[in-house]
């Protein structure tokens, strides 16, 4: 049973990941890229094709083909227990969602993340990252964790350790805020992963970057 505190922090967290843009602002979109997490079955989104085989995913209420610790175009991949899975529905996800999404977890006791670099930001100005988080029907959900970095040094952090935001079987959208700081500094974003293990998974695709820049609000 979750402590007051600690249902108090992640109702703030959750409350915070569902903060809007400030309405009206002049809202720039950052370059991310593959946003979709697509690894790229047929090429039709420009990046080669990576060695090695795609595997094949056959477990009860769930099939699907997925690729581990495989480079992911646009995305650094650490740990053993990370890569992308194309999910078959009905049985990983209610809903269909038939395009490749990044995955954490499921067999191993590996802290897995992907990351990628974004440049310098634009001083004082209020971003937004906005995400879809999906948490399957066949296994128990393992937490996220996105991690802001400023020039390689986390500085906030967004968590949920019990995935009260999400629904079983499906991908959740939510946006979580952040503010550049004053001196200019490269932004690197990592998604990754609280309870590592067997039966226990975290799903992330469709990931955007936007921000107002600080004279405009």
Not at 13 to 22: I, M, S
Request: with cysteine; net charge negative.
């Amino acid at each position: 049973m979750q402590s007051r505190s600690t249902a108090l922090a992640a109702a703030l967290v959750f409350g915070a990941a569902l903060a809007p843009q400030a309405a009206g602002a002049a809202t720039k979109t950052v370059v991310v890229q593959n946003p979709g997490m697509d690894f790229n079955f047929d090429n039709a989104n420009g990046f080669e094709l990576g060695p090695g085989d795609w595997a094949t995913l056959d477990l009860p209420g769930a099939t699907g083909t997925y690729r581990v610790a495989n480079p992911v175009p646009g995305w650094i991949v650490a740990g053993t227990d990370a890569g992308v899975v194309r999910p078959a529905s009905p049985g990983m996800f209610t809903a269909a969602h038939d395009n490749d999404v990044l995955y954490i977890g499921g067999t191993q006791a590996d802290l897995g993340s992907f990351t990628q670099d974004f440049g310098p930001m634009k001083k004082n100005a209020a971003y937004t990252i906005t995400l879809d988080i999906g948490w399957r029907n066949d296994v128990q959900c393992s937490g996220y964790v996105i991690n802001v970095m400023f020039a390689g040094v986390v500085k906030k952090t967004f968590r949920s350790t019990d995935c009260h935001e999400l629904t079983q079987g499906a991908f959740t959208t939510l946006r979580f805020p952040f503010t550049a700081p004053a001196a200019a500094k490269d932004l690197s974003i990592q998604l990754a992963t609280v309870t590592p293990g067997g039966n226990l998974q975290i799903d992330y695709d469709n990931f955007r970057l936007t921000y107002v820049p600080a004279a405009t609000r």
